[in-house]
């Protein structure tokens, strides 16, 4: 009698046991393997949406240039003062420097302009 008492209450710990491992083992994949490489991807579609003219660039083979043209599939980069080569944005390795951003006027220069208008 104590024998299969025993043995039905350990029927349903025994899987627990079997599982516990696999779940574990799954857990340690995600958070050293998967979640780093959503992060990278994410980081580098960031990096892909945020290009523009003007930015320097290395590609993945280590070419360096400045990007000159955009389209939703290709690049154009200005290698030297006269050598333009194509790329696939894919190629893109990292951005090295961004291009300025335009620069605005200072509000004293807007309103020094707006009282001289008006003078004039």
């Given at each position: 009698?104590?024998?299969?008492?025993?043995?039905?209450?350990?029927?349903?710990?025994?899987?627990?046991?079997?599982?516990?491992?696999?779940?574990?083992?799954?857990?340690?994949?995600y958070?050293?393997?998967?979640?780093?490489?959503?992060k990278?991807?994410?980081?580098?579609?960031?990096?892909?949406?945020?290009?523009?003219?003007?930015?320097?660039?290395?590609?993945?083979?280590?070419l360096?240039?400045?990007?000159?043209?955009?389209?939703?599939?290709?690049?154009?980069?200005?290698?030297?003062?006269?050598?333009?080569?194509?790329?696939?944005?894919?190629?893109?390795?990292?951005?090295?420097?961004?291009?300025?951003?335009?620069?605005?006027?200072?509000?004293?220069?807007?309103?020094?302009?707006?009282?001289?208008?008006?003078?004039?």
């Open positions: 009698m104590y024998l299969a008492e025993e043995a039905a209450t350990s029927g349903g710990s025994g899987i627990w046991g079997l599982l516990l491992p696999f779940i574990l083992m799954f857990a340690v994949f958070f050293l393997l998967l979640r780093p490489q959503q990278k991807t994410k980081a580098r579609n960031a990096m892909m949406n945020q290009l523009k003219k003007g930015d320097k660039i290395t590609t993945i083979g280590g360096h240039g400045t990007i000159v043209e955009l389209n939703s599939d290709t690049v154009v980069l200005r290698v030297n003062d006269t050598v333009k080569m194509t790329f696939e944005r894919s190629a893109i390795g990292n951005v090295v420097s961004s291009a300025p951003a335009p620069a605005e006027k200072p509000e004293k220069a807007d309103k020094l302009e707006k009282s001289l208008e008006k003078t004039e």
